[in-house]
């Protein structure tokens, strides 16, 4: 078993940081407060490959592995974890089904121009039905030459700014079958409804789409009819180990800003470090933070080989994001009254974490689905 990285996936690791830290990081602050959105960040990923890490030649990608996509997520989300948001969410989400269940020509038509970072990727699972996707109410029905689709879909990422979505509707209600569309933002009967303004990844665009008598070409019918459960269970398989690298590069960025400020905070002739209190908390930090990192390198490493990685994937989200959630708000107590304030950016950290343990299938869907491994339901 071999731990160490190779040369390729080292240079993604700097590659992705160098970019982070000049162009991601800067704006990071203002970008949250005004929960702004960048495209220039976007397309500038798009110029350097990132947008199609994963994704072959011949259809506009860098031809990396997955372990290297988990990679760039993290560095990203190091900086500013809505940008690893934004990204994963391109990826995974609508990247993935499009790479795994589209035909040639939709690969050509709609992944190759979201791997060259032309068009933004999006994906709408989630309505009124939460996390029960089997129970959705948004449906499709076949007229003539296109579905017509109809229903409402909730907290979708990239929302708004995506070109193109990934929709999941039912396609016969009596067998509760479900199916994959593809759908462009200006297809007639789509429209963006409410924005949601969230207590953390404030500049990860988020928000409900709305379909009346969305007409969308046969063609867009992505895999065959009554697959959507499948792709959508696939897809989330995939985002989950995103998710979880998202999750270490927040808690990475906040173990760095707190152990610098304990290194230059004085209190009672010495820096804070010095206390053991401090720097015990500290060293419990790093060790969560190493082992979520190995969980989510591993269902990443498992994809790439072509291996089951399900269970690994969910482990690696679960134990990632609790570990996000537990390393930033130690990070606040050490920063004390300032880690509660805007002037550091750990607070930050602490409120985009939290997310981690909720979004595209909470934490307790994970130990669900872990369970579900455990017993062979």
């Avoid at 970008?31 to 976007?42: M, V």
């Avoid at 929302?159 to 990934?166: P, T």
């Avoid at 419990?284 to 989510?296: F, G, P, Q, S, Y």
């Amino acid at each position: 078993m071999n731990f160490v990285l190779t040369e390729e996936q080292e240079m993604m690791r700097q590659m992705v940081r160098d970019f982070a830290e000049k162009e991601v990081k800067p704006g990071a602050a203002e970008r949250d407060e005004q929960a702004q959105f960048s495209r220039e960040i976007f397309d500038k990923m798009g110029e350097l490959g990132f947008t199609g890490i994963p994704w072959p030649e011949e259809y506009g990608g860098a031809e990396c592995d997955f372990l290297s996509y988990a990679i760039a997520v993290e560095e990203l989300s190091r900086a500013d974890a809505a940008v690893g948001a934004t990204l994963l969410a391109h990826i995974s989400l609508a990247g993935w089904p499009l790479y795994k269940y589209g035909s040639e020509e939709q690969k050509k038509s709609f992944l190759e121009p979201m791997a060259l970072g032309e068009k933004l990727g999006a994906f709408a699972l989630t309505d009124v039905s939460g996390s029960d996707a089997a129970a959705m109410e948004t449906t499709a029905v076949l007229d003539g030459d296109s579905y017509v689709i109809n229903g409402v879909k909730s907290f979708v990422t990239n929302a708004g700014e995506a070109e193109i979505y990934i929709v999941f509707a039912v396609t016969d209600p009596e067998k509760k079958a479900i199916s994959a569309f593809i759908v462009e933002k200006d297809s007639p009967g789509f429209a963006v409804g409410k924005k949601e303004y969230k207590m953390g990844l404030r500049a990860a665009p988020m928000a409900e789409l709305i379909f009346e008598n969305c007409r969308v070409p046969r063609e867009n019918l992505l895999g065959r009819e009554g697959e959507g459960l499948k792709i959508a269970t696939g897809a989330l398989d995939g985002v989950h180990y995103a998710i979880a690298a998202q999750a270490v590069g927040i808690a990475q960025g906040a173990l760095e800003e707190a152990a610098a400020y304990a290194q230059t905070r004085v209190q009672f002739n010495r820096p804070i470090a010095r206390f053991q209190a401090i720097a015990f908390m500290l060293a419990d930090m790093a060790t969560k933070i190493e082992a979520a990192r190995l969980l989510a390198y591993q269902a990443a490493f498992l994809e790439s080989q072509g291996l089951p990685y399900g269970k690994a994937s969910a482990m690696a989200r679960l134990f990632a994001s609790e570990a996000a959630m537990a390393v930033t708000i130690d990070a606040v107590q050490i920063f004390g009254g300032y880690g509660y304030t805007k002037d550091y950016p750990v607070e930050r950290f602490m409120r985009d974490a939290k997310l981690t343990q909720i979004y595209e299938g909470s934490n307790e869907v994970q130990r669900l689905v872990i369970s579900r491994y455990l017993l062979n339901d």
